[in-house]
């Protein structure tokens, strides 16, 4: 009896280690990145598109996971007269994610009428950008 | 005899894990994070305190760390003459670390007497967000 | 038989056990950073210099290992007439890399001619950063 739960904890052991190493191989396979954008700056929105784009096309597109929040003054990206709107719908049809912080809307008195068609939504940017790096994503603030 | 050794080492082998759960745990159950301010601009100052007012709104001011530290051209939000004093008393009375930087002081020759009442200080801005992210706190910097 | 599977499965545990702490003691033991210039602003690349030179004063400079990727209009300060050339050629003597990124070059339709000798290259320098970041660099914006 002792030697089968010797054995039972060997093998709860082994599988707890084979479960830790698929967790490490899985985040190997895909790179993950979280992109801010948190300037009222053009450049640094197209900026950050076109470092998305790059990271695409080294890993290929569904071999990375890149999402792009916009807080604060960079909220005026994914406004509806934002200046490179195009731009952005071709960059989220390549399947980048791109979002924007609820927290600053209500603070700048914006409503979803206010942002571009189909635009995603997170309560907070900051928090967003937390979590993703707990998750294991990189950071990147271009 | 070998029974027992291997009882011992199945024992041993599971407090490991126990213990390497509870450290997962404990990252879990506390959200950190080390938020940068390097920059000679009042707007980013103000920023970094809304950023982190809403971290605290989004997880309670008691589930989460957070630490500002001010460096290089960043150091004048701290310092006596701040345009935000009053916000960074407010900030920390919330329960936010704001920290400045000694090397930076010493290069800008500046002395405690040159910064606000109560300011906390750490030997090198630049060192602490290192260490800070080796603790596992995300990174900002607004 | 069974015993001494058992016994085989708990010494390959063991080891397992000791070879990821052996992992976590060189992480500890050697301090990693690696530092983005992504500006066109003379003032952040001596503050990202300034900052590597603190790091390795605090540390030691055999004790750390700093990596400053230059892309974007941050590659400027890797360009022939930089206006740091020579405080560049000083960082790199003193054990920093330092690199720049060649999809920016491509874009900005810049050959190895029209950038500092010695320069060292990476083929984007987004990549670089995140892959940095996965081993465990932190990350630094100044």
């Known amino acids: 009896m002792k030697y089968v739960n010797i054995f039972a904890a060997a093998v709860a052991l082994s599988l707890s280690f084979i479960s830790l190493n698929a967790a490490a191989d899985a985040s190997a396979e895909k790179a993950r990145v979280v992109i801010?954008?948190?300037?009222?700056?053009?450049?640094?929105?197209?900026?950050?598109?076109?470092?998305?784009?790059?990271?695409?096309?080294?890993?290929?597109?569904?071999?990375?996971?890149i999402e792009i929040v916009t807080y604060g003054p960079g909220i005026g990206m994914l406004k509806i007269d934002s200046a490179i709107?195009?731009?952005?719908?071709?960059?989220?049809k390549a399947g980048v994610s791109v979002v924007a912080?609820?927290?600053?809307?209500?603070?700048?008195?914006?409503?979803?009428?206010?942002?571009?068609?189909?635009?995603?939504?997170?309560?907070?940017?900051?928090?967003?950008?937390?979590?993703?790096?707990?998750?294991?994503?990189?950071?990147?603030?271009?």
């Open 36 to 65: 801010q954008v948190s300037d009222a700056d053009a450049g640094k929105w197209n900026l950050a598109l076109n470092n998305a784009k790059n990271v695409q096309q080294a890993y290929g597109a569904d071999k990375v996971d």
């Open 85 to 92: 709107a195009n731009r952005i719908e071709d960059s989220k």
């Open 101 to 142: 912080c609820q927290n600053t809307m209500k603070n700048m008195k914006l409503t979803n009428d206010d942002m571009l068609p189909n635009t995603s939504y997170v309560p907070s940017g900051v928090v967003e950008i937390m979590k993703k790096q707990g998750e294991g994503y990189a950071y990147l603030r271009p």
